[in-house]
């Protein structure tokens, strides 16, 4: 925590606001709002895959529907679209960002159409809090005019050309999962520039309740909505972010720093006029053995490491669903490994991780 979490979730508890909706709610998807900025409308909501299933519902997403997802995630990006009785269609990465390639997903959306359905909407990732090419797959996007589901729930605080994450798909997501770079416990938020879409996403997230003095109900509504005691820490935990951000890269520097002159490792480097927030510090390795022997070596020592992300189009659950692979997000998987990469890591408990991996790798 920050530092003024405390007092507003305090100020939730003085003025008897346990509930969502409240005036924490509404004070932190302000705080959002003016730190995205760019016109957007922020609703809070009780998790990022909320969001993503509010998101594709509003898109008109719903039953034997197609949706294109970028392979390479976490599976909450694609699962709402399993709870809408969709179907996801996988799309591979590209090797500068390790997202969703502009070129695997024309190529998806071109297939899709010939065998006779258009997919409805594009689930497209910030993964680890680098953005995916923007540009290109915005481009490709309106060509065969598909909306976008902007994943950023791991890039909150990352910007491309200077404007902020969250801002550049019809319908953008965030998380503050307690993993995230900054957490509420649990909890998430949609971000648009439409306000109907705001309307509509407070609006199902509140059990979609007509406008009558009685319980009239035309739609089917979720209970979505963030609470207005987490908001008071989602308040608090706005007013750091840019610390959190900080420290995170900087994290990223110390790694790369002190292990680039190795030939065995390698970074993801920030293309031009793109700025992650480094969520988390990834290597690549020449191979799945030297990522083991890594892992292994930090973990005899009792330092938790991970694979990348495992691709969607890998895992059991989403065997049968189409994906659009060249091979990239396997080997990612396969070489990749994340580091600690946590705020409050010390320059103690950098030093010793680095010194871990030097002494693995010149045995
Ligand atoms: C964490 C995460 C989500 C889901 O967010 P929750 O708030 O945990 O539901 C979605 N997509 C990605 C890429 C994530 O990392």
């Given at each position: 925590m920050g530092g003024n979490e405390q007092s507003y979730v305090d100020e939730a508890f003085k003025t008897n606001w346990i509930a969502p909706l409240g005036p924490n709610v509404n004070l932190f998807e302000e705080a959002i709002q003016n730190y995205i900025k760019d016109g957007v409308h922020v609703a809070a909501l009780s998790a990022g895959t909320a969001a993503i299933h509010l998101g594709l519902e509003i898109l008109g997403?719903?039953?034997g529907d197609e949706v294109l997802c970028q392979s390479l995630t976490f599976s909450a990006s694609a699962n709402p679209i399993k709870y809408l009785g969709a179907e996801p269609i996988f799309v591979d990465s590209e090797?500068?960002?390790?997202?969703?390639?502009p070129e695997l997903l024309e190529k998806a959306i071109v297939d899709r159409i010939a065998k006779g359905k258009k997919p409805k909407a594009i689930v497209a990732v910030h993964l680890y809090g680098m953005p995916y090419k923007i540009k290109e797959v915005t481009e490709v996007a309106n060509k065969y005019d598909i909306p976008i589901i902007e994943d950023s729930a791991e890039a909150l605080g990352s910007t491309y050309n200077g404007v902020k994450c969250g801002?550049?798909?019809?319908i953008g997501i965030l998380s503050f999962n307690g993993?995230?770079?900054?957490?509420?416990s649990g909890g998430g938020a949609l971000v648009t520039k439409n306000e109907e879409f705001k309307k509509k996403a407070v609006f199902l997230a509140t059990?979609?309740?007509?406008?009558?003095?009685?319980?009239?109900?035309?739609h089917v509504g979720y209970n979505y909505r963030m609470s207005n005691v987490l908001a008071g820490i989602g308040r608090g935990q706005m007013e750091v972010l840019d610390e959190r951000v900080e420290a995170r890269r900087s994290n990223f520097e110390f790694y790369k720093a002190s292990l680039q002159h190795l030939e065995e490792i390698e970074f993801l480097n920030e293309p031009k006029g793109f700025f992650s927030n480094r969520w988390l510090s990834c290597i690549l390795t020449p191979s799945y053995e030297m990522k083991e022997r890594i892992r292994y070596a930090l973990l005899e020592d009792d330092v938790e490491s991970r694979p990348l992300w495992k691709p969607m189009h890998m895992q059991p659950i989403f065997e049968t669903s189409p994906n659009y692979s060249d091979g990239t997000s396997e080997d990612l998987f396969e070489r990749g490994l994340c580091l600690p990469s946590g705020s409050n890591l010390t320059n103690q408990d950098l030093e010793r991780i680095v010194a871990l991996i030097l002494k693995e790798l010149t045995k």
């Open positions: 997403v719903s039953h090797r500068e960002t390790w997202n969703m390639s801002s550049f798909g019809e993993n995230k770079i900054i957490t509420t059990q979609a309740r007509d406008d009558a003095p009685h319980y009239q109900h035309s």
